[in-house]
């Protein structure tokens, strides 16, 4: 094996990739690039197997138009490939492509789409993205908003004023990026303006998702320390919903803190059943913290389910519809992606995926080789081996199968590996295996950190079926960008593999783990998972609420 540890350059954090109005809003506000230092780059090389990271590649800053964003500017429409490149109409054309290369590419990366978009959320796409460019950062809407909130007097806000909700997200990128979804979802459905908090990593992995504007929150925002923000707050929505008049009391709020933790209060979780029309549009403000998946909710609250029918006729596609939208990697990113994908997964007739995550420390396990071993033999994901070398060679044209595996060890991915190595396998299939990275422990908000785990996530997404961990945010949003339906591998108790080790889940949906236990309607407590027959108990979390499309 070669020596790892090979030193790449020192990568530049370059401020995101924004609109002419809020990048000029930014400078004014005196944005700062900062060194994130070397990327450490390992790579691990046999005849039959490699595990890599690419170094990186130098990116040729394009210049963008300062025009303002306008019809006339889309693409047009009348090629194939460019209505391949829009799916469905999820997407608009005019972007600059070659600043942000994986929004137009990544549809030759799948076979097909899994879902398509309803002609409904296509239009209510183009709203919303109005809606930010005429209410975003940069514009004098937000000027004046923000300076409202700067100096609040508790007299209300203005008459037809933009309002807004500020998402602060935290834990790793996969509860980033399902909190990310989840809140753009509601703020299609409230009429608000979506910003998030840029003290993360997101703004150097993700491109910009609306032509014309940025929803990344300007340094300059009134409120500081967002991350410190808890329920027991003033301003927490728990303490407004306990009063005697909580539509006035919130008229008197600079603005109303959400806090959506998976372990939240009760009276937080009231905010699922609030009819926004009646008490929080009210709040010119609202910021949320959240660390999930909060769609099923959503599904549940009377207010929004006609709303919903029609974004959504197939229950199973929303994470993945919101994703193929909002979520588009970075030129650095995607070179990770495309560059592992085109050397080692592209030629395989045949690819999986297996999502390693564990909850119990850093050490590997027996019983969790065990588990993805046994499963991937019970639902003959991977063909068993021989204990006696074939009497003849393979036949010419044997199918060959690449296995994907990605977790913090490489522990079980070198004796995967080892078994398909030191024996032929029962069926004649030839089968690679490969890891793109081992960090040993997770070090999420590094930006370093963060793009080799959104390539990852995106790696799983481009193979045919997936086997991935239960409880893993990961896991979920692998799968759901690949529009996938995983096996799920039950979470081990007592540090022993269970029996099955995994399930074939019911959707390609992700799991809320920290549901409401309250049915809007009626007004009491409830099991929630009941009530309606697109929401359903997780097959991984058995309180935790995941949509599903019923037959």
Avoid at 82 to 106: A, H, I, M, N
Avoid at 243 to 249: I, P
Avoid at 328 to 339: Q, S
Wanted: overall charge positive.
């Amino acid at each position: 094996m070669s020596p790892e540890g090979v030193v790449g350059p020192g990568i530049t954090k370059r401020p995101p990739q924004q609109c002419p109005d809020a990048r000029r809003a930014e400078a004014q506000e005196g944005t700062v690039e900062q060194d994130t230092g070397p990327w450490i780059a390992r790579k691990k090389v046999t005849a039959l197997t490699v595990c890599l990271v690419a170094l990186p590649v130098l990116m040729t800053t394009v210049s963008r138009r300062d025009a303002p964003w306008t019809a006339a500017s889309f693409w047009p429409l009348a090629s194939t490939s460019t209505q391949e490149k829009l799916l469905g109409g999820l997407l608009v054309p005019g972007f600059d492509e070659r600043s942000c290369l994986s929004r137009y590419r990544s549809a030759f990366y799948r076979k097909n789409m899994a879902r398509s978009p309803s002609a409904h959320l296509v239009k209510r796409l183009r709203e919303h993205e109005a809606l930010q460019r005429r209410c975003g950062p940069g514009t004098e809407a937000y000027r004046a908003a923000a300076a409202r909130l700067r100096s609040w007097h508790g007299d209300g806000d203005a008459p037809g004023a933009c309002k807004y909700l500020v998402l602060v997200p935290y834990r790793g990128l996969g509860n980033n990026i399902l909190a990310m979804a989840s809140a753009f979802l509601y703020a299609v459905l409230t009429d608000r303006v979506l910003l998030l908090d840029r003290t993360t990593s997101l703004g150097d992995i993700f491109c910009e998702p609306f032509p014309g504007a940025s929803w990344l929150l300007p340094q300059s925002f009134p409120v500081r320390n967002l991350q410190n923000l808890t329920g027991e707050v003033r301003e927490s929505y728990r303490y407004l919903v306990q009063g005697d008049d909580a539509a006035a009391s919130v008229s008197r709020r600079r603005y109303v803190f959400v806090d959506l933790d998976h372990s939240c209060t009760y009276h937080d979780k009231l905010f699922f059943c609030d009819d926004e029309r009646r008490f929080l549009r009210r709040a010119p403000w609202l910021l949320m913290r959240t660390d999930g998946y909060f769609v099923p909710a959503l599904f549940l609250n009377p207010a929004y389910q006609e709303e919903l029918d029609r974004l959504f006729p197939r229950k199973d596609a929303v994470f993945y519809l919101l994703a193929h939208y909002l979520f588009h990697p970075t030129n650095k990113v995607w070179g990770l992606i495309t560059r592992f994908h085109d050397s080692y997964l592209k030629n395989a007739d045949e690819r999986l995926g297996i999502q390693i995550r564990v909850f119990d420390g850093d050490t590997p396990f027996q019983h969790i080789l065990d588990q993805i071993l046994a499963c991937t033999s019970q639902e003959h994901l991977l063909p068993d081996v021989v204990t006696q070398e074939p009497p003849r060679p393979p036949a010419a044209g044997t199918r060959s199968k690449a296995v994907l595996m990605t977790g913090l060890s490489s522990w079980y991915y070198e004796n995967v590996r080892w078994k398909y190595w030191q024996s032929a396998t029962a069926t004649g299939e030839a089968v690679s295996v490969y890891q793109p990275s081992h960090e040993e422990h997770q070090l999420s908000g590094y930006t370093t950190h963060d793009m080799k785990a959104l390539a990852e996530m995106y790696l799983l997404g481009m193979t045919d079926r997936i086997v991935t961990s239960g409880w893993s945010t990961f896991g979920y949003v692998g799968h759901g960008l690949g529009g996938l339906t995983p096996w799920v591998m039950f979470r081990p108790e007592n540090h022993t593999a269970p029996s099955p080790p995994c399930r074939r889940a019911k959707s390609m949906e992700p799991c809320m783990h920290g549901p409401p236990f309250y049915d809007c309607r009626a007004k009491q407590g409830a099991d929630t998972g009941k009530l309606v027959p697109h929401v359903q108990h997780c097959e991984d979390m058995s309180w935790g609420l995941k949509l599903v499309h019923p037959e």
